[in-house]
């Protein structure tokens, strides 16, 4: 047996034989852990040594009272920032490594250590463990903290300290630059930083020779606003990838020996701009110059800048170097250097391409145009400093032509061409347009223009015709749109001769001044002689041009012209009005000027449609209102009481049409006023059916509306505003009413809404001619109180069975027609004066008849542009009504209601008090020996005219002589035998047969259609029989008077029964002819009683319902 305490003992050895192993490794664990929280928990330092200050060195750790180092595997800035940081030195400047440095002693306790950059200690930082690495002391890491105050700087190579290769001293050591990504901007924070005045130039690739030791810094990157260039974002110190041939260097202002000037220009201040770079003259590149770079160049010499081109002018090509290329300034820079440019020397450049200037204040420079006729019209030419050059069209367009206008006071550019008058000058010197915005008042302002070094091959000299080449204007008139035309070129005012100026001429003048189109051509001084320069060319204009300048011009060196002759035009816009009294120009009292005197308009038929337009015409957007009473004062002196019939939609109140003529009294203080928007891109236009509204007007007086519906109905063919065929504007198109159960009172509602009295007729089966497009209202029935057509019953819009063939019309009181009548004769221009209205013809009166009258009223009428006044007929007299009296026309309308008369009263007058009047033949025979022989002309649509002599023969003649009064044709003579006319050519291939009673019953072309011009003038020569005889044998043919007599006797019977018979009808229909030369309107009207009185009428033009009797 074993004993029980020795078997004890081996139990326990057995134990412990098992147990030891799991042990040991938990001592070890625990003891590790034990260790680390001790270090952790320990006190630890760190310390910069053998560097040149506390701030700089060898990073040491004192871990466990025992001091070692840090290996450098993985080291970077940010475990530099946080070591800066920890040890509280400055930040500014911060680096691996440091001056001396040298390897360290004892432990090395850290290793790979990896910091975010934020943490407080560097112990904080990711690492290996204490203790743990695989380095040796040669890896010691040191960092550099510092404020930069011990860093240096300087200029190396460069011959003095402000030009040469850049080099740093940094941690103990000089060191260079590399020129990767270098540029003016780091050189700038190097001159700046070494005081050496701003940057002159950089140069890379060692051009002042290879440095040694470290290259400091690499790709730096520069604002130019850096107080050192350590201060400028770099990849760190010494990190690169350059050797030495890549040092950089600088030149600054204060190291630099540089000059600049001008030479071989005109002046000391223009030509071949050259610059003096190191002891070198050189030229500049213009690749990218522009004004900015000259204007900075002038500045420098002291030359003016008011005016700075580009261009060496005539100077030759330089020589040499070319020391600057791609030059940019911003125009403030004091020195050119100073503007960004290629490096010194650098460039992709010829000679040809040398950069000049031309410096001016401006004195020295001139501007004008040549060969065109006028000072306005021509080639451009150009004299800088007294050399002579032309502007080349490479870039020339209608912006460029126009600031030139507007510079030479010409108006605005028309085109950019002309037609040539004189012979322009050779030059070889071009000036060269960049670009214009059009807004610049001269040429000079345009930017980087050209002058000289260049040659213009492959383009054209620039050309421009201005607006005020001829530049026309009426004068002599009543009335701003009609007169004596006058003409200027350049300067010079002067007139036109009735032969040189044709319609097409005068609608190009109408137009340009904004007066509409024309009326009449009125030759022979109509509006008085002018004075001083007559204008020797024919106009010959197509007609469609905007301007007078634009039109072709025919010299007529050998015609002979006076003053008697001056043309004047009459143009259809007439009205001079004006606003007063407001407190801005765009609301007042609205003025009128008739036969030159200002008065105030009465507002009894001033609606808010023509406020709208007035307001148009003004600029001033549209009307607000039109306040009534004497809103803006009563003025003084006369009220016109002149009516217009705008619909809203015109753009002047020159094209309203206006009724004077027997407008009534206006009461003191009734004085039409207008407020408008004031906003002049605000405007008006016709209302669309979807804003009609059936229930009420869509037009206010008293406040602004969206749209204007008035403008939607119309009366057409009826030869007045106020009678014609009804037509409606619906959905974009016009169309008409049909007749179906159409009757007074919706022709009442017509002639109200357009403002034309009371209805006297409702006409159906289109009385005034078939329209086109939609019908587009059938089986209207109007109680006759609606204020618009559409307003009455009807089947709806477009919903109809009709064709054009009903359509529907209306007469209305106050529509308007005049004649003149004679009961014994047949000639429809001579008579007594008549006017239409309120349903009967009657006579008007010759009170202050004026010969202005008197030719309105034969104009009207297509009866030639003058007559006179006759004594009344010598028949038995008799009473007869009257409707109007004092009529006093103003030079200018084209119709009598134009013209301001006493009011519409219809009285009994007798033949003493009628005008009868003559007017003038409407075919003449000019410049002949004898009233019998001359040039024919003919008065048409306003004008005289003449007539092309192809197949004119003696059967044409012998109708003209016979319309003339005088004895057989002898000769129809061809190609202007008795000289030139003047405008249209009226009648062409006349064909007659010798028979006819006047021309204009012969064959012919259509009236105006032709292809001659005035060297083939047709004329006559006819014999004087005929008028000898009517006035030596006055008692020649008795017998045939007295079969006259009996035959008038018994023509008055038969009239007489005729009127018995249809007195008896209970309807009549009378025609009244509307005068002129293309067509004669027949229009029917129920008759009105004959024995109503003047106070009848008065009631039946203010009453809602005509009745019929």
């Not at 036969?595 to 709208?612: K, P, V, Y």
């Not at 409702?762 to 109180?785: M, Q, R, Y």
């Not at 003038?920 to 022989?933: V, Y």
């Amino acid at each position: 047996m074993v004993p029980h305490g020795n078997s004890g003992s081996a139990d326990f050895r057995r134990c412990f034989a098992l147990l030891c192993p799991s042990a040991v490794a938990v001592v070890s664990i625990l003891s590790t852990c034990l260790m680390t929280n001790s270090l952790g928990r320990a006190d630890k330092e760190m310390r910069l040594t053998d560097g040149e200050d506390n701030c700089s060195g060898r990073v040491e750790v004192k871990v466990q009272e025992e001091w070692g180092t840090v290996c450098n595997n993985g080291w970077g800035m940010d475990e530099v920032s946080v070591i800066c940081r920890q040890l509280g030195c400055p930040t500014a400047i911060k680096a691996a490594g440091w001056a001396n440095s040298r390897a360290g002693s004892g432990r090395i306790w850290m290793d790979h250590v990896s910091c975010r950059g934020n943490e407080s200690a560097l112990w904080d930082c990711k690492h290996d463990g204490w203790g743990k690495h695989n380095c040796s002391h040669q890896q010691d890491a040191g960092v550099t903290c510092s404020d930069g105050s011990s860093l240096e700087m300087r200029l190396m190579n460069g011959g003095n300290q402000c030009s040469g290769r850049i080099e740093v001293k940094f941690q103990g050591q000089w060191g260079t630059v590399c020129d990767d990504n270098f540029n003016i901007d780091h050189a700038s924070v190097v001159c700046k930083q070494l005081e050496c005045g701003s940057a002159v130039s950089f140069s890379g690739s060692a051009n002042f020779g290879e440095g040694s030791g470290p290259i400091w810094f690499d790709d730096l990157v520069c604002s130019g606003n850096e107080s050192a260039l350590w201060n400028c974002k770099h990849e760190g110190w010494g990190k690169h990838n350059c050797d030495h041939a890549e040092d950089v260097g600088v030149i600054c202002l204060d190291g630099a020996d540089l000059s600049l000037r001008l030479v071989d220009g005109v002046t000391e201040c223009s030509g071949r701009l050259e610059v003096k770079f190191q002891g070198e003259w050189g030229t500049v590149c213009d690749d990218g110059w522009d004004s900015n770079d000259a204007a900075v160049v002038c500045k420098q010499l002291g030359c003016p800048t008011a005016v700075t081109a580009i261009g060496r002018v005539n100077a030759s090509e330089g020589s040499g170097h070319i020391w600057l290329d791609n030059l940019s300034c911003q125009g403030d820079e004091s020195a050119l250097w100073q503007c960004r440019h290629h490096e010194w020397g650098k460039h992709y450049c010829n000679h040809n391409e040398d950069a000049g200037v031309t410096c001016s204040d401006g004195s020295d420079l001139e501007l004008r145009l040549v060969g065109g006729g006028s000072r306005c019209a021509g080639t451009v030419e150009v004299e800088i400093q007294k050399l002579l050059g032309k502007v080349c069209d490479r870039g020339w367009g209608l912006k460029e032509a126009d600031v030139v206008c507007k510079q030479l006071g010409c108006g605005s550019a028309l085109k950019t061409s002309y037609q040539r008058y004189s012979k322009v000058k050779a030059t070889n010197t071009w000036l060269f347009l960049s670009r214009c915005s059009g807004n610049e008042t001269s040429l000079w302002d345009c930017k980087n223009w050209q002058w000289g070094g260049l040659s213009c091959d492959h383009y054209e000299e620039a050309k421009v015709t201005c607006s005020a080449h001829r530049e026309p204007r009426l004068v002599g008139g009543d009335i701003p749109c009609s007169g004596r035309v006058e003409v200027k070129h350049g300067d010079t005012w002067g007139t036109v001769c009735d032969s040189d100026f044709s319609l097409e001429a005068a609608s190009v003048l109408c137009r340009e001044l904004q007066c509409g189109t024309v009326i009449s051509i009125l030759g022979g001084a109509h509006f008085g002689e002018g004075n001083g320069q007559i204008w020797a060319e024919e106009f010959q204009c197509e007609g469609q041009e905007s301007h007078l300048s634009l039109c072709s011009v025919a010299s007529r060196p050998d015609g002979t012209c006076s003053h008697s002759r001056d043309v004047g035009v009459v143009c259809s816009r007439y009205t001079e009005i004006r606003l007063v009294n407001g407190q801005s120009p765009c609301e007042g009292r609205v003025e009128l000027k008739i036969l030159g005197n200002w008065g105030s308009l009465c507002n009894s038929h001033w609606d808010i449609e023509d406020a709208h337009v007035f307001c148009q015409q003004l600029k001033c957007g549209v009307a607000l209102s039109i306040p009534g009473g004497a809103h803006f004062g009563k003025g003084s002196g006369q009220i016109w009481r002149h009516m217009f019939h705008c619909t809203g939609t015109e753009q002047h109140m020159g094209d309203c049409p206006v009724t004077a003529l027997g407008a009534t009294l206006c009461s003191a203080g009734q004085v039409a006023s207008v407020i408008c928007s004031g906003n002049q891109s605000q405007t008006l236009s016709p209302c669309n059916s979807t804003s009609l509204d059936p229930t009420r007007s869509t037009t206010s007086e008293e406040s602004a509306v969206a749209c204007i519906a008035s403008g939607q109905l119309r009366l057409v063919n009826g030869g007045g505003r106020c009678a014609g065929r009804i037509e409606v504007y619906h959905e974009g198109s016009w169309g008409t009413i049909c007749d179906d159960s159409w009757d007074l009172s919706d022709a009442h509602v017509v002639c109200r809404q357009l403002g034309c009295g009371v209805a006297i007729n409702a006409t159906g089966s289109a009385h005034f001619g078939e329209g086109t497009g939609p019908i587009w209202l059938d089986e209207v029935n109007c109680n006759g109180k609606e204020s618009h057509i559409w307003q009455c019953r009807s089947h709806g819009w477009g919903q109809h069975n009709c064709r054009h063939k009903e359509d529907a019309g209306v007469i209305c009181s106050e529509f308007m027609s005049l004649r003149l009548i004679d009961e014994t004769s047949r000639d429809i221009c001579a008579g007594r004066l008549e006017v239409f209205y309120n349903g009967a013809w009657g006579s008007v009166g010759k009170s202050n008849m004026s010969a202005t009258t008197v030719e309105v009223v034969c104009r009207q009428l297509g009866c030639a542009d003058k007559g006179s006044i006759n004594p009344a007929s010598s028949d038995k007299p008799m009473s007869r009504h009257m409707w109007v009296d004092n009529v006093q026309c103003p030079k200018g309308p084209d119709t009598l209601w134009q013209c301001p008369s006493s009011p519409w009263k219809q009285r009994v007058a007798s033949s003493s008090e009628e005008t009868w009047i003559t007017c003038a033949n409407k075919i003449r025979l000019q410049e002949g020996t004898s009233n019998c022989s001359g040039r024919v002309e003919l008065w048409h649509g306003g004008s005289w005219g003449t007539v092309c002599d192809d197949s004119w023969d003696l059967e044409d003649a012998q109708v003209v002589c016979r319309q003339l009064g005088c004895g057989p044709a002898l000769e129809a003579l061809k190609e202007a035998a008795f000289g030139q006319g003047t405008g249209p050519i009226w009648l062409n291939d006349v064909k007659c047969k010798g028979n006819e009673s006047s021309l204009w019953d012969c064959p012919a072309r259509p009236w105006g259609h032709s292809d001659c011009g005035h060297k083939e003038d047709a004329a006559v020569r006819c014999s004087e029989i005929a008028m000898a005889q009517r006035s030596s044998n006055p008692r020649g043919h008795s017998s045939l008077v007295a079969l006259g007599i009996f035959g008038v006797i018994l023509l008055a019977f038969l009239i007489a029964l005729l009127l018995w018979t249809q007195r008896r009808r209970q309807q009549q229909r009378l025609t009244v002819s509307l005068r002129g030369e293309n067509s004669v309107h027949q229009i029917q009207y129920r008759e009105m009683n004959s024995s109503l009185k003047a106070d009848d009428l008065d009631v039946l033009t203010s009453s809602d319902h005509f009745e019929v009797h």
